[in-house]
């Protein structure tokens, strides 16, 4: 089928506005007869389903955890972005919309990367109202600090604990309809597929984690928001627990699944320890702002810290190497994740890193202390400061911009990040890629929508920093209840969608099979052990940077990692209770899929661009000599795949990507 992304006609600036105004509504009455059912509670989920519920119609939501609080949208510490220019610095709607598709190497749709800078604004007014405690200037203003890839300040924020403070104003948002009936809430529930009826998203199956027991839910349509799969790669800063499930499992049914290989590696995460590690903890972006990276500039000195006979506090300034200013330096510290997570990778594979493992860079606030403690002593009226004196003052001032972060990295690692550089290596963050959806949100089954991260639409082949909080927040409150409504305008007559049905019938059988088999088979092997095996394999071969041999290597190993899976998995306990292996049993399932779908499309997509980095397309020389290349003939387009059984069949289709408002260009940071 011919891929519909259903953009409205005219120009980029008015298409939302002119689109808005022509579309079906519903009228508040009949919106009382009209069920969705929205999974996942995120900012995403959290905000549609409250949006929804308020304008009327009946929301079911679920939750895997015991309450939409514990999303994984806590952990978006840093910031949320919107063109609001209160620094005066010269942001505006076309600025967001243009730093957001070159940051994203012109790999997303235009038409709605410009309707999220659109409604971006928005977003931070609502939550205003909603009480969220924003920063503020010293007149009481709402302040911004800058992100990677930027030169403005356009990103609000609440400490380092934004996404925890949007969250429970989406959450209170939520539970104003749970009082009212409104949204019928069902925490610990997971969906393990969803019911089609006459080709219609019309449905779920879901599991109560708590009993086991199988459930059958109906609606008028379904919405996805159920986060990145990052946890593919096992070791990520994703929360253990986040899963592709939903997302594979509507895939499987008929939705495209898009650009998969557009995986974010993010460069500021506390380097991996040990082989016995679950999780990996990310330091917010927004330290890039103040903190300076480097490693040393002398080979016999990174020797010297990896084996602990030297301090980094030792290493006089002329022997620092900071690479990202000497190699960016219009941007130097702030370039976009891809770039400072590849000259991180570079730098340590040539043998400067600074851990026992020699995976890690430093990330330095000395330089900060000063600066900051200078203009204090002055606005303080101190005259003649000790130099002790200074750094106590600026370190003040850092504390009250990124306290808890300081306080978290001194928890995991043992050692004050205020006496001694902090310590950073790149990890698996966020998925670019998700589930294909067109302009309305909805993907290529009708009635069944995906949104935030879920889905694939606005971040290209590389998110800017602070840009998820506002992707999650504008698909929920913004644009998913007008468009949802045009779709839904047809169904004011159908009453609700009975369960007792042999869709449902047939699709509970599928679900329970595979419960089923999980509890008999008398397997020997974890499942963590065939995670870990792919979360190897994910990172060696399809990790920061990707050849061809490698990624063949990679879809032969990952088949191979599945057919073992299957018959050698061994899930203790039983169905019918709690039983947390039996979760990880499906989600790893849909992990070993996905990871070969992930490998085959980007051993397609042979270019570089932003977080997809092909060895074999770098530029030779020039000013960007060792850069990624954009080969923008052959590759402006949206891998969508079509499920046809084993991932190495799937079909690819092609959303080909028009440019009529920013011209493609190389992105250079220099």
Known sequence: MALDSKVPKGPIKDKWTTYKDKINLVNPANKRHIDIIVVGTGLAGGSAAATLAELGYN??????????????????QGGINAAKNYMGDGDSIYRLFYDTVKGGDY???????????????????????????????????????SFGGVLVSRTFYAKGQTGQQLLLGCYSAMNRQIARGKIEMFNRHEMLDVVKVDGKARGIIARDLITGEIERHSAHAVVIATGGYGNVYFLSTNAMGSNATAAWKIHKKGAYFANPCFTQIHPTCIPRSGDYQSKLTLMSESLRNDGRIWVPAKLEDAKAIQEGKLKPTQIAEEDRDYYLERRYPAFGNLVPRDVASRAAKERCDAGYGVNATGEAVYLDFAAAFERYGKEQAKIHGIKNASKEEIIKLGQGIIEEKYGNLFQMYEKIIAENPYETPMMIYPATHYTMGGVWVDYNLMTTVDGLYCIGEANFSDHGANRLGASALMQGLADGYFVLPYTIGDYLSDDIRTGKIPTDTKEFDEV?????????????????????????????????????????????????????????????????????????????????????????????DALVRNESCGGHFREESVELDGEQKGEAKRNDKDFAFVSAWEYKGEPADAVLHKEELEFKDIELKQRSYK
């Not at 679920?62 to 939409?68: E, L, W």
């Not at 997303?108 to 659109?118: C, D, F, G, K, Q």
């Not at 604004?121 to 200037?137: E, L, T, Y």
């Open 508 to 600: 509970e059988k599928e679900v329970k099979d595979r419960i089923d088999f999980f509890i008999n088979n008398k397997g020997t092997k974890s499942v963590d052990h065939f995670h870990k095996r792919l979360g190897k394999v994910m990172w060696d071969k399809v990790g920061m940077s990707r050849n061809e041999k490698d990624l063949k290597a990679a879809m032969a190993e990952i088949k191979a990692i599945r057919e073992e899976f299957w018959k050698d998995v061994k899930v203790p306990g039983n169905a019918n209770e709690m039983n947390v292996e039996l979760e990880k049993a499906g989600r790893v399932a849909d992990f070993l899929e996905l990871g070969e779908l992930f490998a085959k």
């Open 107 to 145: 790999r997303s749709r235009e038409a709605n990367v410009y309707r999220l800078a659109e409604v971006s604004g928005n977003i931070i007014d609502q939550c205003v109202a909603q009480g969220v405690p924003f920063a503020r200037d010293y007149g009481g203003l709402l302040d911004n600090r």
């Open 59 to 76: 929301v079911k939501a679920f939750a895997y955890q015991d309450s939409p609080r514990r999303a994984h949208s806590i952990a978006a």
